[in-house]
């Protein structure tokens, strides 16, 4: 297949837009989330719609974006520190896996953490712009941590037709780590997303709630005069 007919099958306008909405959270309607009360133009934000709840449970997306920051946050910082001072490279596996993983610990030294904190923030504030980089350095991650997964089984099936006692041990501990790690941040990157709806929404509302020049503001009964 030439360049040409690759250019012509990929889809870079879907690509363009998936990533826009990665990071911009576009093509979303948050009107959905508000209702106007009887006979009145006082719009009412939904807080406790179900679009707002984890997997039908009464867990909602601001408390799992905390949890996930938190356990992310722990995590990173156990990784740098182990992969910093106590990890030894070149125990005879793929080398090529242990320069990605070198590039993985830099990018997690100088994104990785500060990106928790700015979640944190953005929670806090209500401000979504500051969970872009979160979204950011974990959707990496997670492309990453597949291709170390894939790389981590070939070099299994390399093991097992070269010798029974290699590194088969090893390398197949560390893919089931791979892939329960993926599919951590998988949850996580999920989880992060809802919350933004959920801010960007309430963002909405209250710039409409502004525009609409009401005397008050209600959310959830609770009338703010």
Same mark, same amino acid.
């Given at each position: 297949?030439s360049i $040409?007919?690759?250019k012509n099958?990929?889809?870079?306008q879907? =690509?363009?837009?998936f #990533? &826009?909405?990665?990071l911009y959270?576009?093509d979303?309607?948050?009107?959905?989330?508000?209702?106007k009360l009887d006979?009145?133009?006082?719009?009412?934000f939904?807080?406790?719609?179900k679009a707002?709840?984890l997997?039908g449970?009464?867990?909602?997306?601001?408390?799992?974006?905390?949890?996930?920051?938190i356990?992310?946050?722990?995590?990173?910082?156990?990784?740098?520190v182990?992969?910093?001072?106590?990890?030894y490279?070149?125990?005879?596996?793929n080398?090529?896996?242990?320069h990605?993983e070198l590039v993985d610990?830099?990018? $997690?030294?100088l994104?990785?953490?500060?990106?928790h904190?700015? =979640?944190?923030?953005? #929670? &806090?504030?209500?401000k979504s712009?500051?969970f872009?980089?979160?979204?950011i350095?974990?959707t990496?991650n997670?492309?990453?941590?597949?291709?170390?997964t894939i790389?981590?089984l070939s070099?299994?099936g390399?093991?097992?037709?070269r010798?029974?006692?290699?590194?088969?041990?090893?390398?197949l501990?560390?893919?089931?780590?791979q892939?329960?790690f993926t599919?951590?941040?998988?949850l996580a990157?999920y989880?992060?997303?809802?919350?933004?709806?959920y801010?960007?929404?309430?963002d909405?509302?209250?710039?409409?709630?502004?525009?609409?020049?009401?005397?008050s503001?209600?959310?959830?009964g609770v009338v703010?005069?």
């Amino acid at each position: 297949m030439s360049i $040409a007919q690759w250019k012509n099958k990929f889809d870079f306008q879907r =690509l363009h837009r998936f #990533l &826009r909405s990665l990071l911009y959270a576009e093509d979303v309607d948050y009107s959905q989330f508000e209702s106007k009360l009887d006979g009145t133009d006082i719009a009412t934000f939904r807080e406790n719609d179900k679009a707002f709840r984890l997997f039908g449970t009464n867990v909602h997306v601001k408390a799992g974006a905390y949890i996930a920051c938190i356990i992310g946050l722990i995590v990173t910082m156990v990784y740098v520190v182990v992969y910093s001072f106590f990890h030894y490279r070149g125990m005879g596996r793929n080398p090529f896996i242990d320069h990605l993983e070198l590039v993985d610990l830099i990018f $997690a030294i100088l994104l990785g953490i500060p990106c928790h904190f700015m =979640l944190f923030y953005g #929670l &806090r504030a209500g401000k979504s712009i500051w969970f872009s980089p979160f979204l950011i350095f974990y959707t990496t991650n997670f492309v990453l941590n597949i291709v170390f997964t894939i790389l981590t089984l070939s070099a299994f099936g390399l093991d097992i037709h070269r010798k029974i006692f290699g590194n088969v041990r090893f390398d197949l501990g560390w893919t089931l780590f791979q892939i329960l790690f993926t599919s951590s941040q998988g949850l996580a990157i999920y989880v992060v997303i809802k919350a933004r709806r959920y801010v960007n929404a309430k963002d909405f509302w209250r710039q409409k709630s502004q525009e609409r020049n009401s005397q008050s503001i209600v959310a959830d009964g609770v009338v703010i005069d």
